[in-house]
């Protein structure tokens, strides 16, 4: 009987396998399926019909097995739904290094985008703990290294790339929120109920053009705009940084 180790106790069977820590030498014949085909299927499932269509039923029907079959690869829906979430974001970009570290975070950050957009129902899955599947976590690691390379110390540099993850969500669900033509019924709905007395800078803004652009374009100008603004609070935070540890500035002996 093979050893049970800390990953085997801490760690789903799914991750495991995911990351090729799977205990025990199987014999016979190569195994149909695999934790990778399952959550490519349940990708299917979700990109088509949403994540309510993913059941552990669904799967296995999709790939022409039992239910049962499932369980010996992932142990319940939310291990199901954690490996798809790893599926769908598969290999981090190849960042431009010649760009910079800001240019690397922009990149970073689109693609980010883009892969929320094309599996917005990552957004419903409830994983319970911080990533730890292959995929995501490579993304992270590519993440940090861009934005390290701003000089700011690591714990400052994790958070500023966390804020742009959440400005990236951020957006990615108002173009959900908007989709189909949503933003122009909210300007004309609103144009019924402001009134300008009242709420004069909201029917400034109004006023302006700023809702007309449409806000289900994720990858437009306002997310450049607002993208920009991040990178410049953290490029101005790794300024002061690198003044403060330069050498006109440390004290004399």
Known sequence: MARETEADTQLSRAVRELWGMATGVRRGPKPAMSVRSIAAAGVA?????????????????????????????????QDLLAVMADEAFGPPPSL????????????????????????????????????????LLAWMEVGFAAIAGSGLPLPQAA????????????????????????????????????????????????ESGAFEDGGDDVTGDEFEFGLGLLLDGVEKLARGRHQELSPARRPRR
Do not use: C
């Open 96 to 135: 431009t290094r010649r760009r910079g570290w800001r240019g690397q975070v922009e990149e970073w950050a689109r693609a980010d985008a883009r892969q929320l957009l094309a599996h917005p129902w990552i957004f419903d899955v409830r994983p319970g703990t911080p990533p730890v599947t292959p995929n």
């Open 45 to 77: 499932l979700a990109d088509a019909d949403g994540i309510d269509a993913v059941t552990m039923a669904a799967v296995a029907k999709r790939l022409g097995f039992t239910t049962m079959s499932l369980y010996r690869y992932v142990e319940s829906r």
């Open 159 to 206: 958070s500023s790339l966390l804020t742009v993850d959440g400005y990236v969500r951020s957006n990615v669900q108002l173009a959900r929120q908007f989709a189909d033509g949503g933003t122009g019924l909210w300007v004309s709905q609103l144009r019924l109920v402001l009134d300008p007395e009242r709420l004069p800078t909201i029917s400034a803004v109004m």
